[in-house]
């Protein structure tokens, strides 16, 4: 039987002394791969935050109806259900992180001899090994890249749910806002028609209007009482949408609101755009999976590129059936390296290719996506312009003449200079008018918050998003 050779205490390190080098080779391996990120931290504190918000139980059992849009929105960003489950997957994606850079679990093996090797020093019982295997040139750190661009890109979504929350709820307040002062319009106008009515009446009694005035009178008040009931009856819905929101009943009450945020309008289209290009949340998203499939490009690049597996396997020696045998019973030690054998290059240039193709895919992606948001941007600046504009128009100059014009009609109307016909198209159009104005004000408000959410600003207030946590 051949015999195994086995190292002389004076020829080399102890073979415990090998199989704890081997031990301390991949726990420095692995203390390498769970580097510090900068970004993970960066992160934390947004979440974490989040997170403990939506734990206050008080908060969440309360019905309390909310009396201003601020106190709508925190509460509908401490119940919403969409806006925590974008949360809790960009929290399950940044757990991926610390498993991406990891290293691979090392491998421990025991073996035991059915039948002894019979060596020299005397017969080998059973054996112990580990390995470990490590990526070389990278890999791991690219890998961690991938993961932690996929964070970002996750976080960037929930930010850019947060905003879309915040904006759906502003502008169901504001269509709120407006259904509440439509009511209120057509109940003053409902009381105007019928002193309009009385006055018909008495024109009639007194011989200076026909029946068919009062007869007019009643038509239009049939028509006002039928579309006050028509507005009273759209809250219901409207409520339920503002409670859906907020992970409440629908029934729920919420105070009427009783007025509409005001702010500045931003002038420069330059630095509307300019804004948006830099502060999107959804542009931020995907130039994170443009950097997402960059590094996974580079990956791909290096996986030709064998992995090292390193490891030390122990020799258990039984004692010498000899006598005077020099070493009897001395265990073996052995340390060894592996390499994979990048042997099937057609699967690399396959692997190389589609991760080009995505990155091109993202990149395109991302530049098509500038370019929506850019005309969308234009589109809204300019619809809240024009809503400037018809707010200042019906306010200071078709509003004023409206009520003039009715006040005028009615003098010509008692004096017999016109028909009732007149006074009914002077009541309408004063109705209509108070009724675009308020329409203006919301639709004002409402695209106020639509071109902050584009810049990715909070859209109740036009602060910065992050300034709003």
């Known amino acids: 039987m051949r015999t195994m050779a086995k190292w002389a205490p004076s020829s080399g390190p102890s073979p415990r002394a090998l199989v704890a080098g081997a031990l301390a080779m991949v726990a420095l391996a692995g203390c390498a791969s769970a580097r ?32 201003s849009i601020e106190e709508l929105l925190r509460q509908a960003e401490l119940r919403n259900p969409g806006l925590h489950a974008a ?43 580990i390995t470990q ?17 996929a964070a970002n890109a996750a976080g960037a979504h929930f930010e850019q749910t947060r905003l879309q929350l915040r904006f759906k709820v502003s502008r169901l307040w504001n269509d709120y806002y407006f259904l509440n002062r439509s009511i209120t319009v057509t109940e003053d106008n409902f009381q105007l028609m019928s002193y309009l009515e009385d006055v018909a009446l008495a024109q009639y009694i007194a011989g200076k209007a026909p029946h068919a005035s009062v007869i007019r009178a009643q038509v ?52 509307l755009t300019q804004q948006l290009l830099t502060t ?17 490009s580079k990956l791909a690049g290096r996986s030709p590129i064998p992995d090292l597996t390193i490891g030390a396997e122990y020799i258990d020696t039984d004692e010498s059936a000899f006598p005077n045998v020099l070493d009897s019973g001395k265990d073996a030690a052995i340390a060894k ?53 018809k707010v200042e128009l019906y306010a200071f100059t078709l509003l004023p003449k409206a009520r003039q014009s009715l006040e005028v009609t009615e003098d010509a109307f008692i004096a017999g200079d016109v028909t009732f016909l007149n006074l ?25 918050a639509q071109l902050m959410t584009l810049i990715g600003r909070d859209p109740a207030t036009g602060s910065n998003a992050e300034d709003g946590r």
């Open 220 to 271: 239009e008040l049939g028509r006002i009482e039928d579309r006050l009931r028509t507005l009273k009856d759209q809250q219901r819905p409207l409520l339920a949408s503002l409670n859906a929101e907020l992970n409440r009943h629908p029934t729920t009450p919420i105070a009427w609101p009783d007025s509409l945020a005001y702010e500045n309008i931003p002038q420069s289209q330059e630095d």
């Open 133 to 149: 295997t490590i990526p070389l040139f990278g890999k791991l750190g690219l890998r961690g890249d991938i993961a932690l661009n």
């Open 424 to 448: 009914v198209d002077a009541q309408r159009t004063l109705l209509e008018f108070e009724l675009a104005h308020e329409r203006a004000l919301t639709d004002r408000a409402t695209k106020f």
């Open 36 to 67: 510090d990120d900068s970004a993970r931290v960066r992160w934390a504190t947004i979440y974490e935050a989040q997170d403990h918000a939506a734990q206050t139980p008080a908060e969440l059992d309360s019905e309390v109806s909310p009396t």
């Open 337 to 389: 390296a592996t390499i994979s054998i990048p042997l099937w290059f057609g699967k690399y240039k396959a692997q190389k290719a589609q991760a080009n193709a995505r990155r091109s895919a993202s990149e395109r992606e991302l530049r098509h996506l500038q370019n929506q948001l850019s005309a969308e941007l234009e589109l809204v600046h300019f619809e809240l312009r024009d809503a400037e504009r």
């Open 87 to 129: 949360f809790d997957r960009w929290t399950a994606a940044l757990e991926q992180v610390p498993q991406a850079k990891s290293l691979p679990d090392p491998m421990i093996s025991y073996a035991y001899f059915i039948e002894s090797v019979e060596t020299r020093v005397g017969p080998q019982r059973q054996k112990f090994g």
């Open 280 to 296: 999107n949340p959804r542009l931020a998203a995907l130039r994170f999976m443009v950097e997402k499939e960059a590094a996974a």
